[in-house]
């Protein structure tokens, strides 16, 4: 029997910003380029984040942070997924993140990091392109 | 450690890796199931279904924390469709599930209709036996109930839930047929609007018209509000009444001996269309075969039989 891998991806929106027309234009692109999206809703905490991507057995979480809170919640994320032994999960996130900030999200290794003027077209071509194959 | 036994010690991450191997049609998988099968038949199967919107996630989100302050853990399968055009598909059942992200004693996974006819029940039977194996005392599976195999799944479990909504009009005409005939239990949810009467009266009509016998079970009809938790304890009530009535009737050993039915001949037809195929390849008659019934020589039923006779003699 041959192995039919389909990629599956968390879309997740943690902290307070109540936003979510972008992720779910997002998800609909996903799926229309053949990923299973699993979206959790608004206002996840990292714990309820990374226990979903455990669970969903995800090879892919992506962000949607827009509140300003980026720098706090993407590397417990992480962290989290660290401890927990599936740092192999590609993380990436989308929103208002200030230029600044991106050489210490990419330290901490996350690895697509798409601001306000990034096309569907582009976050979707960076995971397939992306996505962990194992 | 190969990874059935880190199942049966309830490793998260192992149950997850292997529902997905389930789900890719790993080449181990049947190895690893055949672990697992023998610790298996432990759980207790709650099937959920009804049509799209009618609240079956908030439903399985409370009756989650239902099980919960019982004591019993709770694994949940939440079935949506795969676009049959990309391939692809949109998981949405677990924004209604939030409530137990976090608790380890609940564990919750989204799975696509995928493609094959038979895949998904194969799949999903799957994925409760893994589910089954890791400990869990109840399993929820959801599904919208649009294609006979989700229909299947729903039927296969222990405990079939019909869910209904009011104020859609003749919502009993709306609902699919072979879907009604399933429920043991009706569940009228979103109680708190309007028409909820005209539902009642027509599922206590149906009921009625089918005719139960004196011992048998009759679905009784509950109404639930999901987002506000009424209705919740009597449904889990009425799930476990339905559940000894299944142990002291004999019932219980025949939906297993169904169940186990059902699978033995979903894999005859699996395995047997493989081995069928692949004699046919190995001999050099596959084509020339198509060939012949291209030009009408021979039609597919002879054909199919004349094959399977072949392996059979050989
Ligand atoms: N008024 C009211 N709304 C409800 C009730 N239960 C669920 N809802 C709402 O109905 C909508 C759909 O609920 P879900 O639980 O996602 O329904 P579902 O049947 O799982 O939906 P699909 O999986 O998409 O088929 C949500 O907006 C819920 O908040 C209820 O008892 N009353
Ligand atoms: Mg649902």
Not at chain 2, 155 to 165: D, M
């Amino acid at each position: 029997m041959a192995s039919d891998r389909i990629v599956r991806v968390l879309l997740a929106k943690p902290g307070l910003d109540g936003h979510d027309r972008g992720i779910k234009v997002v998800a609909r692109s996903l799926r229309e380029a053949g990923m299973e999206v699993i979206y959790t809703g608004l206002h996840q905490t990292p714990e309820q984040i990374v226990e979903a991507a455990i669970q969903e057995d995800v090879s892919v979480v992506g962000l949607s942070i827009l509140s300003g809170a980026h720098m706090a919640l993407a590397p417990r994320v992480v962290e989290l997924l660290k401890e927990e032994g599936a740092k192999d999960i590609l993380v990436t996130i989308g929103g208002i993140i200030p230029e600044d900030d991106i050489p210490e999200l990419e330290k901490i290794g996350i690895k697509g990091i798409f601001g306000p003027g990034t096309t569907t077209e582009e976050i979707v071509e960076f995971i397939v392109n992306n996505a962990p194959k194992d | 450690m190969d990874i059935a036994e880190r199942v049966l010690n309830g490793d998260r991450r192992a149950v997850a890796r292997l529902i997905t191997m389930v789900e890719n049609n790993h080449p181990e998988v049947r190895e690893l199931m055949r672990e697992l099968y023998p610790h298996t038949g432990k759980a207790h199967v709650i099937g959920i279904t009804g049509a799209p919107g009618s609240g079956k996630s908030s439903l399985v989100n409370k009756m989650t924390g239902e099980y919960r302050k019982r004591g019993k853990s709770v694994g949940v399968i939440a079935v949506d469709p795969t676009s049959p055009f990309t391939g692809g598909a949109l998981l949405g059942d677990r924004i209604r599930m939030q409530s137990h992200a976090t608790d380890k004693e609940v564990f919750i996974r989204s799975m696509g209709t995928r493609g094959s006819l038979g895949g998904l029940s194969r799949a999903t039977s799957d994925a409760i036996t893994i589910l089954d194996a890791s400990g869990k005392d109840v399993i929820i599976v959801e599904t919208v109930g649009a294609g006979q195999s989700e229909v299947d799944i729903v039927n296969s479990s222990h405990t079939p839930i019909v869910v209904l909504v009011p104020g859609m009009g003749d919502e009993i005409q709306a609902i699919k047929a072979g879907i009604l005939e399933i429920g043991t239990i009706f569940v009228v949810n979103k109680a708190d609007r309007e028409g909820v009467e005209r539902v009642l009266v027509d599922l206590e009509m149906m009921i009625d018209l089918a005719g139960y016998g004196e011992d048998e079970w009759v679905p009784p009809i509950l109404q639930t509000v999901a987002v506000r938790n009424e209705g919740i304890k009597e449904l889990v009530d009425t799930i476990e009444e339905h559940m000894k009535y299944l142990a002291s009737t004999g019932g219980l050993d025949k939906r297993i001996r169904d169940r186990v039915r059902a699978g033995l001949k979903d894999w005859i037809r699996e395995e047997g269309v493989h081995i069928v195929l692949n004699n046919l390849k190995e001999a050099g008659e596959y084509e020339p075969l198509i060939d012949k019934m291209v030009k009408r020589e021979v039609d597919p039923h002879t054909a199919a039989v004349d094959a399977i006779k072949r392996v059979r003699n050989r």
